[in-house]
């Protein structure tokens, strides 16, 4: 049985070579996002954005206990960076589906955020 010497060295080579050229270790260039105007409803925004299903509720549990406000949404929005919001009331009637990329801002009665969760 005979190997080609050349064989795996070239190989090798052409590894390391396309390797290089890979940019893993490069970080992605960071954007502002652009301002997300308040909702024409009051009830539901959209970001305006391609979807990238990514909500951080922890990022806006500040909210909670505080007045919701015409722009309420709009910074919940942008602090979770979700693809979408939505306000629920206690006699909202609203949907059983779960959205990865969506934001529930839960206000009372009273008008004061309950309670701030992803779905």
């Not at 893993?24 to 502002?32: D, E, K, Q, R």
């Not at 954005?49 to 942008?78: E, F, H, I, M």
């Not at 206690?90 to 206000?107: A, C, F, H």
Request: charged share 15%; aromatic share 4%.
């Amino acid at each position: 049985m005979r190997t080609n010497t050349l064989a795996w060295p070239l190989a090798l080579g052409s590894f390391l070579v396309l390797s290089a050229c890979n940019s893993i270790g490069a970080p992605a260039p960071v954007t502002a996002a652009a301002p997300v105007p308040p909702p024409r409803d009051g009830k539901s925004l959209d970001s305006g954005r391609p979807p990238r299903n990514q909500c951080d509720a922890k990022a806006v549990q500040s909210l909670v206990g505080q007045p919701y406000g015409a722009n309420t949404l709009a910074q919940a929005l942008a602090a979770a960076g979700a693809d979408t919001a939505r306000m629920l009331r206690p006699d909202s009637m609203i949907t059983k589906e779960y959205q990865v990329g969506r934001l529930n801002v839960v206000v009372d009665t009273a008008g004061h955020i309950v309670g701030v969760n992803c779905g």
